[in-house]
């Protein structure tokens, strides 16, 4: 079993149309997901309140039998987001949706540095407030980092990130794609773009790596739906070291959370 820390993003998910809450954010989905594989032993890091949304967010990580030691339960509020579908799926969030509450607060002590470099793989996002410390700690660690960059624009000045990242998704587009070949020959980092609907494309030491998209019956909800997909990739890469095998395993992880409301 590989030993895998998601952190720092965990919330609640609020559906204001349907009246329904399901724990997320993106360490708890990608942390599901890993879970799912049956290939990992999967922790949480980061910060939870003491409010209804945290009895929400410890009892979907059990159910998931998810390591939650790391994840601290503070004085103040749980990050919560409201989540709008339109009709035929999509999620989109209006301004004043997402509240960050005791999550923005989270910082890597030294303590949990030293836990962190017992995994085999980190997982966290760009939009992190802890970004900069995994950085850091990354080089040293022997962990493998995969960090999501969501659906930023690309830009130059990421290239300081990459000896630090070893794994990078992207929510893109094709003409990000071009970009991120040119990388993948001046950095060891595997760059993978989701595609929605048009799949998915990989690139490492400047081979292009291609996997269709798993068609769907009927799309209920995207939320979380590249979390899914980078949480079956991680356990499947660092499990054969298989960029195609992992892509694949990718896909069809996304493909199952496309078809009910919540991320995992």
Not at 7 to 18: R, Y
Request: proline share 3%.
């Amino acid at each position: 079993m590989k030993k895998i820390l998601c952190l720092s993003c965990t919330c609640v998910d609020v559906f204001p149309e349907k009246g329904t809450a399901e724990a997320g954010g993106n360490a708890l989905n990608v942390a599901a997901n890993c879970v799912k594989t049956g290939k990992a032993e999967v922790y949480l890091m980061g910060n939870i309140g003491n409010d209804s949304h945290a009895e929400e967010i410890k009892k979907k990580t059990d159910s998931y039998k998810i390591n939650r030691d790391k994840l601290y339960e503070v004085e103040g509020e749980s990050a919560s987001n409201k989540v709008y579908l339109t009709a035929d799926g999509d999620r989109y969030f209006p301004d004043g949706s997402w509240t960050s509450g005791v999550y923005a607060g989270f910082k890597i002590s030294k303590e949990d540095e030293l836990f962190m470099k017992q995994m085999d793989a980190v997982a966290s996002t760009f939009n992190d407030s802890v970004f900069p410390q995994l950085l850091e700690i990354s080089p040293s660690s022997g962990f493998l980092l995969s960090m999501d960059f969501m659906e930023h624009k690309p830009k130059e000045e990421w290239r300081e990130f990459f000896p630090a990242v070893n794994l990078f998704f992207i929510s893109g587009k094709p003409e990000d794609l071009p970009l991120l070949k040119q990388w993948s020959l001046e950095f060891p980092t595997l760059f993978v773009a989701t595609l929605g609907e048009n799949g998915s494309i990989a690139y490492k030491n400047g081979e292009e790596y291609k996997c269709e998209a798993v068609n769907v019956a009927e799309v209920v909800d995207t939320t979380g739906c590249g979390d899914s997909y980078q949480g079956a990739f991680i356990v499947d890469y660092l499990h054969s070291s298989d960029v195609e095998s992992a892509m694949r395993a990718g896909s069809q992880a996304a493909a199952t959370t496309l078809s009910f409301v919540g991320a995992c």
